[in-house]
Nanobody, 123 residues
Framework: VQLQASGGGLVQAGGSLRLSCAASGFTVRTYAVGWFRQAPGKEREFVAAHTWSGSRTAYTDSVKGRFSISRDNAKNTVYLQMNSLKPEDTAVYYC?????????????????WGQGTLVTVSS
C-alpha cells in the first residue's frame, strides 16, 4: 500500500503546478484524500480534501479560489491543481488517504501518507 506524491518544483509567483497523488495497493475511490503542507520551521497544515464519495471538498481559506482537488478513478490518482501561486505557498506537500473518510482537515484520521513533494514559489 503506497501513496506517491509528485509534481512539485520551482515556479514563479503567479504560476501554476499540478500535484499528483498516485495510489497503489488500494482503490482510491473508496478513500477520502487530503493534501497537507509543511513549510520550513512550521507545523504541517491542512490544504484541501475531498470525501471518499467525492461529493464534497474542503479548502483552507488561504487557497480557496486558487487550488482545486480532483480525483481520476481510472488512474487511481488524486490531483491538486494550484494556480496563482504565492511565495507563502512554498512547502513540502503531502497527500494522505482515509478509508471511507469524510475529508478531515486533521491529520489524525488518515491511514496512509505519501512521501511529500517540494513546491517552491519564487517572488
Amino acid at each position: 500500500v503506497q501513496l506517491q506524491a509528485s509534481g512539485g518544483g520551482l515556479v514563479q509567483a503567479g504560476g501554476s503546478l499540478r500535484l499528483s497523488c498516485a495510489a497503489s495497493g488500494f482503490t482510491v475511490r473508496t478513500y477520502a484524500v487530503g493534501w497537507f503542507r509543511q513549510a520550513p520551521g512550521k507545523e504541517r497544515e491542512f490544504v484541501a480534501a475531498h470525501t471518499w464519495s467525492g461529493s464534497r471538498t474542503a479548502y483552507t481559506d488561504s487557497v480557496k479560489g486558487r487550488f482545486s482537488i480532483s480525483r481520476d478513478n481510472a488512474k487511481n490518482t488524486v490531483y491538486l491543481q494550484m494556480n496563482s501561486l504565492k511565495p507563502e505557498d512554498t512547502a513540502v506537500y503531502y497527500c494522505a488517504a482515509e478509508l471511507y473518510g469524510g475529508g478531515s482537515a486533521l491529520p489524525g484520521p488518515y491511514n496512509y501518507w505519501g512521501q511529500g513533494t517540494l513546491v517552491t514559489v519564487s517572488s
